[in-house]
Nanobody, 115 residues
């Protein structure tokens, strides 16, 4: 059983930056593909960015060039650096760990982009 704890959310002005962290415990972190999802009010949860256990990354078109996902296997942590934030980035951001059919979720962290 993998436990995931997100942190780093908050209120930021448009154009600002935040870095989200997701600390994992209870499993061999390095073998999992990791991802960040988000869910805005009234909308479905959507994939924001993913990183494989080999370090390959993918991004939603809406965040390409602004967000960067990375992982530190020594610290069992995955990060999401978010720059040039827009009001439409406002959502609860969730960390996900995946290994074949197994998926684990964190509790989420709120990101609000507003002036």
């Amino acid at each position: 059983q993998v436990q995931l704890v997100e942190s780093g959310g908050g209120l930021v002005q448009p154009g600002g930056s935040l870095r989200l962290s997701c600390a994992a415990s209870g499993g061999l972190f390095s073998i999992y593909a990791m991802a960040w999802y988000r869910q805005a009010p009234g909308k479905q949860r959507e994939l924001v960015a993913g990183i494989t256990n080999g370090g390959s990354t993918n991004y939603a078109d809406s965040v390409k060039g602004r967000f960067t996902i990375s992982r530190d296997n020594a610290k069992n942590t995955v990060y999401l650096q978010m720059n040039s934030l827009k009001p439409e980035d406002t959502a609860v951001y969730y960390c996900n760990a995946g290994l074949r059919l197994l998926h684990y979720w964190g509790q989420g962290t709120q990101v609000t982009v507003s002036s």
